[in-house]
């Protein structure tokens, strides 16, 4: 018996030894070396050399040991001390109206006076070649940087343009639109016209309606607005891809997908223009969350004609998500998100304000009779829920439907998210490692800005602003952090995302008068901040096992960077630029990495 097992073990010892040489006698496609490999593996380990063969990672090391993997036809790349990570993934984005606002009119977030806001609509409208029945949307309005504070653009204001086109407006967070008095009209909304489901007409003092829609009200002209082509929709997503691509992304979740946007990403896949993995949130409306069985049965029939679960390493497109909204935002003069305890209100005036506690809780566009039956539907199918609820009001509810999941489905690996997520009952913090709950934080929003601050400070009161996002109370009670960008809602840019994580500062954008801290909370380490636009991410969207992290084994989903954000002055993160994105092997973007 003994020499059975002897020779056993030896015949096994022989077996791995021959894998181990056929492995390195294969040469590696690609090998980077002389740099530094941060790994994000369970040690977050610093190497420095990677090789890439058939878009997979077969080894990470050192320079030295890397050699084995080099053949005659190896592409040889020097990073030069360069920062190599693994590719970003964006936990919750909006690609095709992100490329969509680089094509379209735009505002661009910046700060305008009423008569700059309208200069550059105007301009808009003189350069389009248009009829006076074809609509002109705007998109880029930073609804609480208008200048001075306090403007608030109505229909009237929209009115004063040279045009008798119907004009819509979209303000920068997507919850609130301003139309002209033609879009109005074109909407059918008149001062008797009752809220929809899920949204406000916003009236003045005499209750005629502004011209402002909150929310689901958008849908009133949303429905009477022109579908893109297909040749526009996909110019939309190629330019989307192009500038995602240069930032570094090879995962996304778009978080408000439609059956047409399925259409376009299966058309972009087959045509290699889809340079990122694409996890697709099927967007539930108010409709939907109250009819779950015919809901599920819908989500399923679009799982089976798109979903392409690909062992291979190309990007492909997964339907495996669905998205509901509970309520709105917290800014003012919206206040649509949900709170546990009124908002405040200016209880003097301007000249001598005395703020304290109001009547008014926000909305809860989804009640947790309907949620609940909708999530047990969700999880019986084996599809992931994606809630929008920004409100500590909200995401209690969230929560409480999430603990409803898990009590009647313990055994099953769906992975809840809680999109943005900017209030939250200290109570409720351990409840998302509990639940096995991810928070999807948007970190961009916790730099001072006309946001957070203007629209927020004096609403929330002084107690609540202190723990606005708080994404260091969830990482400290053991939630699995994801970071999502929600573009085009913001301007791309996660260097500065990532920055304000571990500073809650901005890069002086804002100007003197947001300049700072916007609270006195703590942010995350930078192995932190990492890790949730990574690992954490990856694992959201159920890709750990595949991305997230440079393992071996693991698709070659990598990027280069400019600078390494682990050792420069923490300042200097924001200012960080892409050279080279990889996805399964393939480069996708390059600025002078591997092609010099």
């Not at 301003?178 to 059918?188: D, I, T, V, Y």
């Not at 399923?300 to 669905?322: E, F, I, M, Q």
């Not at 989804?366 to 500590?392: C, F, R, V, Y």
Request: hydrophobic fraction near 40%.
């Amino acid at each position: 018996m003994r020499r059975r097992t002897l020779a056993l073990s030896a015949m096994l010892l022989l077996s791995a030894a021959s894998t181990a040489l056929a492995q390195s006698a294969t040469p590696a496609d690609t090998v980077f070396r002389n740099g530094y490999v941060y790994t994000v593996d369970g040690k977050d380990s610093v190497q420095q050399a990677l090789a890439v063969r058939d878009g997979k990672i077969v080894f990470v090391g050192s320079n030295a040991a890397v050699a084995k993997h080099v053949g005659p036809k190896t592409r040889n790349v020097d990073l030069k001390g360069r920062m190599l990570m693994p590719g970003l993934v964006d936990g919750h984005s909006h690609p095709l109206a992100g490329g969509s606002s680089q094509r379209a009119c735009n505002l661009d977030y910046l700060p305008l006076t009423e008569a700059e806001f309208l200069e550059r609509i105007q301009a808009c409208l003189d350069k389009a070649k248009a009829g006076d029945d074809d609509i002109l949307v705007v998109g880029g309005w930073y609804r609480q940087f208008m200048r001075p504070k306090g403007v608030n653009p109505t229909a009237a204001t929209l009115d004063r343009l040279r045009t008798k086109r119907p004009v819509v407006v979209r303000n920068r967070d997507g919850h609130s639109i301003l139309l002209n008095s033609r879009a109005l009209a074109l909407a059918e909304i008149d001062d008797k016209t009752p809220n929809p489901p899920g949204g406000k007409i916003v009236r003045d003092g005499a209750g005629r309606a502004t011209g402002i829609l909150e929310d689901g009200a958008g849908d009133l002209i949303g429905r009477k607005l022109p579908a893109p082509t297909e040749q526009d929709a996909l110019e939309d997503g190629r330019a989307a891809f192009k500038y995602l691509a240069s930032h570094g992304v090879t995962s996304l979740l778009d978080a408000a997908a439609s059956e047409p946007s399925l259409e376009i990403y299966k058309k972009l896949a087959a045509e290699g223009a889809m340079t990122a993995r694409v996890h697709a949130a099927m967007f539930l409306g108010t409709t939907r969350v109250e009819a779950p069985a015919e809901t599920v049965a819908w989500l399923k029939t679009l799982r089976a004609r798109y979903d392409d679960p690909s062992a291979g390493t190309a990007p492909t497109l997964r339907v495996d998500t669905a998205k509901m909204f509970l309520d709105g935002v917290i800014q003012a003069p919206a206040q649509t998100a949900r709170l546990t305890e009124p908002y405040w209100t200016n209880h003097g005036d301007d000249a001598h304000p005395v703020w304290g506690p109001g009547e008014h809780l926000g909305e809860l566009y989804t009640s947790p009779a309907q949620l609940k039956p909708m999530l047990l539907a969700l999880g019986e199918a084996g599809l992931n829920p994606h809630i929008h609820a920004i409100g500590d009001g909200a995401v209690r509810v969230a929560l409480d439907g999430y603990e409803a999941l898990r009590q009647a489905h313990p055994g099953l690996d769906i992975r809840p998210a809680i999109a943005h997520t900017e209030l939250v009952e200290p109570a409720d913090y351990p409840r998302f490692k509990a639940l096995n709950v991810a928070p999807v934080m948007s970190y961009q929003w916790s730099i001072p800005a006309p946001n957070s601050v203007t629209g927020a400070k004096n609403y929330l009161g002084p107690e609540r602003f202190e723990r606005m996002e708080p994404f260091d109370k969830l990482q400290a009670a053991g939630a699995t952090l994801a970071y999502g960008s929600d573009w085009p809602v913001d301007r791309l840019n996660y260097w500065l995302a990532l920055q304000a994580s571990m500073t809650r500062a901005g890069d002086g954008t804002y100007g003197d008068e947001f300049a700072g801290r916007l609270n006195s909370a703590p942010g995350l380490t930078r192995a932190q901040a990492l890790r949730s636009i990574t690992y954490n991410s990856s694992w959201q969207v159920h890709q750990d096992k595949t991305t997230g992290s440079l393992e071996v084994g693991k698709l070659a989903d990598l990027i280069v960077l400019d600078r390494n954000v682990m050792t420069v002055p923490v300042s200097e993160v924001s200012k960080t630029k892409v050279l080279m994105t990889m996805i399964g092997g393939k480069v996708v973007y390059d600025a002078g990495v591997v092609r010099p």
